[in-house]
Nanobody, 120 residues
Framework: QVHVVESGGGLVQPGGSLRLSCAAS????????MGWYRQAPGKERELVAH???????NYADSVKGRFTISRDNAKNTVYLQMNSLKPEDTAVYYC??????????????WGQGTQVTVSS
């Protein structure tokens, strides 16, 4: 069993910043990748940023230059620093953790989501 918990969401004015955190705990053999997705009302869930182990980061075009994903492997934690926030960034943000087990199986675990609202 793997638990994924996000934190750091909230209400911020346009142009402001927020930092999201996501910690994974439980029966973790190895983590392949960690990433952030978001879902706005009436829209499908979309990739925001993705950080594979030993690989390069991947960002949605809409957040490039404004958002930064980083990871603390010792803590099984991933962060999303969000700067220059816009109203269109308003969404529920979800953390995804891809866990590799000893037999090579990969399972994806999701957090419960954290609300980010950008509004004046």
């Amino acid at each position: 069993q793997v638990h994924v918990v996000e934190s750091g969401g909230g209400l911020v004015q346009p142009g402001g910043s927020l930092r999201l955190s996501c910690a994974a705990s439980g029966s973790i053999f190895s983590i392949n990748a960690m990433g952030w997705y978001r879902q706005a009302p009436g829209k499908e869930r979309e990739l925001v940023a993705h950080l594979p182990s030993g690989g390069s980061t991947n960002y949605a075009d809409s957040v490039k230059g404004r958002f930064t994903i980083s990871r603390d492997n010792a803590k099984n934690t991933v962060y999303l620093q969000m700067n220059s926030l816009k109203p269109e960034d308003t969404a529920v943000y979800y953390c995804n953790v891809a866990v590799i087990y000893s037999d090579g199986t990969v399972y994806h675990y999701w957090g419960q989501g954290t609300q980010v609202t950008v509004s004046s």
